[in-house]
């Protein structure tokens, strides 16, 4: 059997560069989950190594299937010593074990809630979970296995979470875009949402 892992991290290094640090966490009943960070100028980014390990599961099977079901990493970019962003860490191994935890599968369109502040000070507890292939490609695995897929987070206050529920992601996305709002900013205040 391949080893999905090691070829996600290679995946990450070709797309991103050499991390400078990482940390793991092991949640009990789930598989250790890491969070690679690579400084690009003023971005920082953060990339889970471990969600894809296991295929996600429909919580409506029956049976879980071993080798096949979608696979992904999350993706956080932010800009550099605005906060103490490093803490999200934790945060975002809780969000990378949510499909082992919580059965659930992650996709573009979906929300993440962690349900305190994603780091010291931040104005989000939640994540929009955005479409792949922007900054890391998918990562092809021999038949039957699907794709990993690379899932950028962009981070939503608590008004911005509650529009989206009910306007959906596209709206909001689009909200963001035409008012130029800087995802990156981890101090940002919430998009006019009138």
Known sequence: MV????????????????????????????DRIEVLRFADGDIVRYAT??????PMTDPAAALADPVKGPRAELVLSVRAGLADTDKVL??????????????????????????????????????????????VE????????????FLPLLPMTTNEAAWKRVRG???????????????????RTSVRLD
Do not use: C, K, Y
């Open 49 to 54: 190594l471990g969600m894809s390990a296991q």
């Open 169 to 187: 992601a596209q709206e909001l996305e689009e909200r963001w875009l035409a008012n130029g709002t800087d995802l990156r900013d981890p101090l």
């Open 90 to 135: 934790r945060p975002l191994a809780v969000l990378a074990s949510t499909p082992q935890v919580e059965g659930v599968i992650v996709a573009p369109g979906a929300s993440l809630d962690i349900g305190e502040p994603l780091w010291p000070g931040a104005p989000f507890s939640s994540v929009l979970v955005a479409e792949p292939g922007g900054l």
């Open 3 to 30: 080893d999905v892992l090691a070829l996600v991290e290679a995946r990450l290094r070709t797309a991103l560069g050499q991390p400078d640090a990482r940390a793991a966490v092991t949640f009990l009943g789930t």
């Open 138 to 149: 998918d990562l092809e695995l021999d038949d039957p296995m699907d794709p990993v897929r």
